[in-house]
């Protein structure tokens, strides 16, 4: 009998004693959860060389004149010309992405009519970060918002000839901007092979370094009126890009887009007005078309 109650007594304090570890045993089962999750979400990472066509470009310094005056708008006859290269790189994890890129130019502005004759020799910089977050999708797109920061950094020559008269100009110009917006991307084949794309973005920040001062009413009396001096001025401006991504293998894909942007101050020049948002008397402007093409391997 006592052996039985002794039984008895060993059971239920071994029944206690495990409920009790039970108790104190810590709960790990959601923390197990988030990194499995944090594990599966995998990182994708790309870089890739970056070529950039320009096919119009138009500055202050290329508006001599009011656009009232005579050949005030004679400038959207000139050429421009060039090229640029550069890197990009993307580094996403879920719904958001990191992009920085860099794309240095070489291109050239030419204008000529008897007796009167602009170039103007441009090497440019352009560095770029954006974070972009997806905000909404379906089967075949993907939308969502951009923002970011941009420095351009330029360097203009500009050598003006009226009939035996010859002027040479131009320095540093440098825009520093704030930059959001939208974009998106459509598979319209419901492959994963090919897509399109593109985006809406606006600038907000500051353009500084040489500007032109005063205006010529008459390019080929021979008399050249400009000068040139450092200046100043809060900037905006916009751009507005669409393209196509290709799949040439696994892991490397071709971009192409074709973009155009629009840069201007809000201070004008000593002969002008700021007309928004179309500012063609803006004491700073930078506004050009371009074609894109990207060769990006992902990792």
């Known amino acids: 009998m006592k052996k039985a109650i002794w039984m008895t007594m060993m059971v239920a304090g071994s029944v206690s004693l495990c409920a009790a570890q039970e108790k104190t045993k810590p709960d790990t089962s959601s923390d197990l959860g988030d990194v499995a999750q944090e594990v599966a979400t995998p990182w994708r990472i790309s870089a890739g060389v970056l070529y950039k066509n320009w096919l119009y470009e138009h500055d202050a310094l290329q508006q001599r004149g009011p656009t009232t005056s005579k050949g005030g708008e004679d400038w959207e006859n000139g050429s421009t010309s060039g090229n640029g290269s550069g890197l990009q790189m993307k580094v996403g994890r879920g719904d958001g992405t990191l992009d920085i890129s860099f794309v240095k130019s070489d291109f050239k502005y030419e204008f000529s009519k008897p007796d009167a004759k602009q170039e103007i020799d441009t090497v ?38 009226e009939r035996s008269s010859m002027v040479e100009g131009g320095g540093n110009m440098n825009w520093l901007m704030l930059e959001g917006g939208y974009t998106g991307s459509w598979r319209p084949f419901e492959t994963p092979l090919f897509q399109a794309h593109g985006s809406l973005l606006f600038f907000l920040g500051e353009a500084s370094g040489t500007a032109r001062s005063g205006m010529d009413t008459n390019w080929v009396d021979g008399v050249i ?20 991504d290709v799949s040439i293998t696994k892991r490397v894909w071709v971009s192409i887009d074709y973009m155009r942007e629009w840069l201007y101050s809000f201070d004008s020049t000593d002969t002008g007005i700021v007309v928004f948002p179309d500012n063609s008397d803006a004491l700073f402007i930078e506004n050009h078309h371009a074609v894109m093409a990207s060769l990006n391997y992902v990792f």
């Open 225 to 244: 009126s400009e000068t040139y001096s450092d200046q100043y001025s809060l900037a905006y401006g916009g751009r507005a890009s669409f393209g196509v």
């Open 124 to 161: 440019s910089r352009d560095f770029e970060v954006t974070w972009s977050l997806i905000t909404g999708r379906n089967n075949q797109a993907e939308y969502g918002t951009i923002i970011g920061f941009r420095y351009l950094g330029m360097q203009k020559d500009d050598m003006i000839t």
